[in-house]
Nanobody, 123 residues
Framework: QVQLVESGGGLVQAGGSLRLSCAAS????????MGWFRQAPGKEREFVVG????????YYADSVKGRFTISRDNVKNMVYLQMNSLKPEDTAVYYC????????????????WGQGTQVTVSS
């Protein structure tokens, strides 16, 4: 069992930066692949970035490559999403998610979800 709590969202101007954090509880956190997803109003939840259990592999959606960076600290049970050069189209609720085995882009493959944090990018 893993509980996830996101934080760090907010309002930022286009071109700005935000750092999202995901705090995980549960002794098995380090064995889970982690992902960040986002969902804008009227749209489906979409994959943003993912990281393998040991941080050795990272996966990025094309829309965020070169702007977003995912990292994790298995000692602190934390996952981070550094978002730079933000655009209005990045506006969404961002969710942290955990799954066993490897990262996938399909949200249905994830077992645990946080409550989400709102990111709003103004133009």
């Amino acid at each position: 069992q893993v509980q996830l709590v996101e934080s760090g969202g907010g309002l930022v101007q286009a071109g700005g930066s935000l750092r999202l954090s995901c705090a995980a509880s549960g002794r098995t956190f380090s064995s889970y692949a982690m992902g960040w997803f986002r969902q804008a109003p009227g749209k489906e939840r979409e994959f943003v970035v993912g990281i393998s259990w040991n941080g050795g592999n990272r996966y990025y959606a094309d829309s965020v490559k070169g702007r977003f960076t995912i990292s994790r600290d298995n000692v602190k049970n934390m996952v981070y999403l550094q978002m730079n050069s933000l655009k209005p189209e990045d506006t969404a609720v961002y969710y942290c998610a955990a799954k066993a085995e490897v990262v996938t882009t399909d949200p249905r493959g994830y077992d645990y979800w946080g409550q989400g944090t709102q990111v709003t990018v103004s133009s």
